[in-house]
């Protein structure tokens, strides 16, 4: 199934560094210097030339002090030594640094400690031995984690290239919905959806995604959906999409010119779901309400398509051993909530969590994704690898 691809690359933007964890590199980011870009001092303590040390000499007249930040100085005198702070350049014409500890300073000598024991360039981070000037140190295509900031700074780019955040509009439909704070009476239900989707989506990244609860009415339906379709890249609606008298959606969307690429998957949870392309190639991604649905729906379908969108490459595919068998009608992929663990041996187990229905979304706390069971298949024994979905690793 092409739904991954079906939303249209995002294009590239430059944010401030102070802006760009989370995300998706669009650029390699290439060693501005040798890293480190001199040889680098280790500790606090002298810097000296390792063959006086080791033909004997234990006292060493200081000369001078060498701060992190200062110029390069230099030990003419091989006997003497100077004195240098961690970060500091190491002296030209010295070779070792012996560690404040190991010293006894007094009246402009430092004294190694008896019986201290060293080799040529301890405690020396030589010029370029993490990277050399110009090579790749990160390429392009993975969302920038705080460690890739280190990196991207020390590269000294105060800016980057990262992909152009999609816009995202998500819409719960229902008349029974009443959002949380407020009033709620018997026969209505707690709309919980739309702000559990918002919160998938902005786990992955993805922060421009306003909410929209609209009642079950054709015509209200259209002006809300027709507007945002007008301001998003993406729409993701829950709700709507199944058999029922005021199941709008689809034809709602149709009549907007949402081009239906299906309805209707294979699956379960999720049966219902509804796909399109909008007039601008919006991806619309119609989900069931059920909310186990839309949340497995959100994170099988929706979160891939962004992130490839996003110039993200994919991750590798994960699997795990089923821990218990479990029996399925055939002819539908079941997604099977689960939670997972390694085993003594190192093996990564999945644990099915049952929910009651598609409606049960309480047990899906505390599970960590689902395993994909093919439709072909209708007894999965317990030790069968199969594909793990985790919810917050798309
Ligand atoms: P629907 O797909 O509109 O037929 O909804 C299926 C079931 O999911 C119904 O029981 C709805 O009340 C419920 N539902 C739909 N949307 C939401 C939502 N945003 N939050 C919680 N439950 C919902
Ligand atoms: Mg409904």
């Known amino acids: 199934m092409a739904i991954a691809e079906s939303v249209p690359p995002l294009d590239?933007?430059?944010v401030a560094l102070a802006d760009a964890a989370g995300r998706v590199l669009r650029q390699?980011?290439?060693?501005?210097?040798?890293?480190?870009?001199?040889?680098?001092v280790m500790m606090d303590g002298i810097a000296v030339e390792f063959a006086t040390l080791d033909s004997g000499q234990r006292r060493f007249r200081i000369a001078a002090t060498q701060h992190a930040g200062d110029r390069e100085q230099s030990l003419s005198d091989p006997a003497g030594c100077i004195e240098v702070m961690t970060g500091a350049v190491l002296p030209r014409g010295s070779d070792c640094v012996i560690p404040v500890e190991r010293l006894l300073v007094n009246a402009g000598f430092a004294e190694v400690e008896e019986g201290y024991e060293t080799q040529q360039f301890r405690f020396i981070h030589k010029q370029g031995s993490d990277f050399r000037e110009g090579v790749e140190v990160l390429p392009p295509g993975n969302a920038i984690t705080p460690m890739d900031i280190a990196v991207i700074a020390s590269c000294g780019l105060g800016r980057v290239r990262v992909s152009r955040l999609p816009v995202v509009r998500v819409i719960s439909t229902g008349n029974e919905l009443v959002a949380a704070g407020r009033p709620i009476e018997t026969h209505q239900i707690r709309l919980s959806n739309g702000p559990a989707l918002v919160a998938m989506l902005a786990r992955?990244?993805?922060?421009?995604?306003?909410?929209?609860?609209?009642?079950?009415?054709?015509?209200?339906?259209?002006?809300?959906?027709?507007?945002?379709?007008?301001?998003?890249?993406?729409?993701?609606?829950?709700?709507?999409?199944?058999?029922?008298?005021?199941?709008?959606?689809?034809q709602v969307l149709a009549d907007l010119g949402v081009t239906k690429v299906f309805h209707k998957i294979s699956q379960r949870p999720g049966k219902p779901m509804w796909f399109g392309l909008g007039p601008r190639q919006q991806a619309v991604f119609a989900l069931p309400g059920n909310p186990v649905s839309s949340l497995v729906c959100c994170r099988q379908y929706v979160l891939p398509a962004l992130h490839r969108a996003s110039g993200r490459h994919a991750r590798a595919a994960e699997v795990a051993v089923l821990d218990e068998t479990v029996i399925f009608e055939p002819a539908l992929t079941n997604f099977l909530p689960v939670r997972v663990h390694t085993d003594t041996s190192g093996i990564l187990r999945a644990s099915p969590v049952s929910t009651n229905t598609s409606g049960d979304f309480a047990a899906l706390s505390g599970t960590d994704g689902y395993v994909e069971l093919a439709r072909e298949i209708s007894k999965f024994n317990a030790g069968c690898q199969v594909p793990l979905h985790r919810w917050d690793t798309p």
């Open 204 to 250: 992955q990244g993805f922060t421009d995604c306003a909410h929209d609860h609209l009642l079950d009415n054709e015509q209200l339906l259209a002006d809300r959906i027709e507007a945002h379709l007008s301001a998003a890249d993406v729409l993701i609606l829950s709700g709507g999409v199944s058999m029922g008298k005021a199941d709008f959606v689809p």
């Open 28 to 40: 390699p980011v290439c060693a501005e210097r040798d890293q480190p870009p001199f040889d680098r």
């Open 12 to 14: 590239v933007e430059e």
